[in-house]
């Protein structure tokens, strides 16, 4: 086993790992920006470090300073999380060069899914199925238009280094090709350094339909079941669920059969994700990406397999082969997560600031993955999620009621969040039905808007309100709460600042 594991992150997925970490009997390094001093997953760690100033590009983003941390922990292993440089073929050589493990996959899988032209043609490889579009790169309007008219319109014009959203825009009609087309090469170079770009053909309402695969160094590739991530808003996920109400399990089967001749395809070691776009209409699938790390989502499928993914990526890092096979991986009941995020339910405008009041949401079969406390500042700098509600039930109905009583009684007050937004959604007829889809917020959303200022009349967040009136009058600095001042006393015990 390791010894001791930095884990290059921060927030809740550093408290995930930190966790698994402890469990283990190993020890854990945290890292922080300046930003994140008073961080939650900086207290919980075994040692902390400072690695610069707040911006990601001078901190988190700079795996020269977090090598340097790490030679001066003495650790053997890196955990990189999720986002960040979890996918960086940099980061992942330079960690090997320096003797310390990576906890994920080989630079050759980062490298062979990281671009999306080759993963799909490596896919094709793999008798993947894969959405009509160009072969290759496009590089002029007039070979754009030529691909168009041959697969038809509405289709999607997707920077090859894409990501998160970014360098992808959506054509219906023939004059809006133009300036789709330089529009997504300009973002391609100024977000990714790259403005090489591809044509697929637009799959109307799809569903997101994801498969966790796990492979280990002794040729074991298997599938732990899919995901449904389908409510999105800004082509970001937020609510997750698995099984997916829409996947018929001869489809199911076949999907989990296609993932992980994907993952054998590149020989893929350590936790990754097949993602595909799902027609709910005729069930058909294709792949659109593949994901070589720890997803936001996972949680959703541990507790429907009850597989520590965390753990188990750390015993294959070691050289250890998968502790199950695929024989001995089943479904049981439903889960459902929540993504709680610091920004306006309306306008999805970040809202950083001081959390004033904070109760997490208790009881059985309920998780909650969070760094949020009453006094901690919300910075400016980073993705605004704060935490994850997850829920399990018997039966998918008593999993959105288990987590509608689970937002109902979390309460967060002094920003703004989106947990009025969760509860509104969840009551939607189309999500208690499963026929929703990526496009449901944004085609649903004049019904949504008027249900969350009713969500706000609800008793318990006035019931929030008042306690938090009553606390800032008891006390001029919120931050001055006792909480706060126990966390700062027992974290300054618990770890190393430099």
Known sequence: MFKKILIANRGEIAI????????????????????????????????????????????????????????????????????????????ARACKEAGITFIGPTVANIEAMGDKLSAKALMKKAKVPTVPGSDGGVETVEEATRVASEIGYPIIIKASAGGGGKGMRVVREADELESAFRACRSEGQNYFADPTVYIEKFINDPKHIEIQVFGDTHGNVVHLFERECSVQRRHQKIIEEAPSPSVPEHVRTKMGEAAVRAAKQIDYIGAGTIEFIFDNKTKEYYFMEMNTRLQVEHPITELTTGVDLVKEQIFVALGRPLSFSQTDLVQNGHAIECRICAEDPITYKPSPGVIRACRHPQGPFLRVDSYAYPGYEVPIFYDPMIAKVITWGETREEAINRMQRA???????????????????????????????????????????????????????????????????????????????NWKRIGRKLTLRT
């Open 407 to 485: 937002l109902t009684e979390f309460i967060l007050t002094g920003i703004k969040t989106n947990i009025v937004l969760h509860k509104t959604i969840l009551d939607h007829p189309k999500f208690r039905d499963g026929s929703y889809t990526t496009q449901f917020i944004e085609k649903n959303f004049e019904v949504i808007e008027p249900l969350l200022f009713k969500q706000i009349e609800d008793p318990l967040f006035l019931v929030a309100a008042a306690i938090t009136a009553y606390q800032d009058r008891k006390s001029k600095d919120v931050r001055q709460l006792n909480m706060v001042s």
């Open 16 to 91: 995930r790992i930190t966790r698994a970490c402890r469990e283990l009997g190993v020890g854990s390094v945290a890292v922080f920006s300046d930003a994140d001093r008073d961080s939650l997953h900086v207290f919980l760690a075994d040692q902390a470090f400072n690695i610069g100033p707040a911006p990601s590009r001078e901190s988190y983003l700079n795996y020269r300073r977090i090598l340097e941390v790490a030679v001066e922990a003495g650790v053997d292993a890196i955990h990189p999380g999720y986002g960040f440089l979890s996918e960086n073929t940099t980061f």
